[in-house]
């Protein structure tokens, strides 16, 4: 028998599960479809060798729209703040990064003049309204506000470090800016790992009747008739739902609808890049050095934090888990041997002989961080979840108009539930008028 249900939603990880919560206060039925083997997708993190191992360094934003969502919703979000600096490198020299009071005054990276150009860029940051910097690239404002290469190498640094997005010439100014904002704010780093962010709401969306079928990979969308989808999954068994809200990535969607079905958003879809990076995960059983806990290239594209300092990350307390991490350009050629070189050599000079302390080690050479490389004018394609198929809604860290990463993904699953309890209600009070008698 062809199971019917009202929402089918495409996808088990932070948007799919977030949608799915705040749609459980409607007695619409409920199935999500993952098609990992295990829930999650990027918020997933894997338990090797008693280690938690996010997948590439996850960095909650204090400040940030998930952190509020999420705790809406009752998730208990448990961790620490890193201290605010570290040294930033650059030709094998090592400078202290001048984001805390003390290292601002101090670095040797910047002369008298500049320490004071950079105060006045970060008070800026802090002051600006982003809405402002809609019409520009990150690059264009960056040589606006800054005019020494230094600074302007200080505010790409932070900028990639808000967003992963290594490509001011492309990004838009305005939610580069607005993440750095928010970044300034703080960050946690999870105790347990991302997981348990995604156990906590698969729990509760279970125990209120929530479908989970994983391991199942929706093959096609196909809208059949006004409030009816038909979709196929990997096993060819077909099920049917009034609504869906997809939260893949905008190219498997279009992948997954129709060939008969073009939509004016096909076009915008196609064109959206992704946000990648390669990642090297580590735990080890002690830091050589002990005293390193983070550093960025200062030209290189380059990132390194130990997690578990701040992070309850392995069973045991003496273990270490770090990410490396190699923020990729959109034009990159990416080489995994030579890539996985560098890393481990940027490494090499923080934590000189660390191969000798190993319990896992991952390499992922090109792993999409946000499905959507922000754009000037992005946000106008995504002011509404719904799209111009009637009853398909994306959600997912592209679809949201302002945000990106775990804001965009948890704010986008949260904005489509919502427009879809409104329509509902649309529907149910059109209903009761047609019912009541003539007056
Ligand atoms: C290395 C790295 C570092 C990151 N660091 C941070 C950070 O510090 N701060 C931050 O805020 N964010 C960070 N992020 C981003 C954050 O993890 C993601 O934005 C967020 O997890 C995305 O959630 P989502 O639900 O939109 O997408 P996903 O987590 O990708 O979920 C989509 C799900 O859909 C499933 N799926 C796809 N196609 C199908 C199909 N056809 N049928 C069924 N299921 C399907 C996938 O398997 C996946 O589980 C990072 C990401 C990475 C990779």
Redesign the pocket.
Known sequence: MTQKWDIVI???????YVAASYLTKTNLSILI????KKI????RTNKVNQQYLN???????KKGK?KSILEELGISLNGKSPKLGGILIENNIEHAAPLSPLDLFTTSLLNGKERMKWIAVLLKVMSIDPEKLAEQTFQQWVTQVANSKKIKSLLRILGRLAT?CNAPEMVSAKVIVSNMKTAMGGVLYLDGGWQTIIDQLHNKAIILGVQVQSH???KQIDPVKQDQFKLILSNDEEIHAKYVIC??GPH?LNA?LNEKVNIYQNSFFTQIKAVR?A?LDLALTKLPNPRRLFAMGITDPLYYSVHSNYARLSDDTKSAVLHVFKYHHPDDHIDGTSIKNELEQFLDKLQPGWQQYVITKRFIPN????QRLPQIGDEQKLQRSKTEIPGLYIA??WASPNSI?????VSSGKQAAEEIILNERRKNSANYERRLPPI
């Open positions: 495409v996808g088990g990880g932070l948007a799919g479809v993952e098609k990992g999650g997708g990027r918020a997948l590439g360094p996850h960095a909650l934003y998930a992963y199942t990979l929706v939260t893949t498997e997954m990076g990642t792993i999409t961080v946000n997912g860290d990463l775990a804001d965009g993904a």
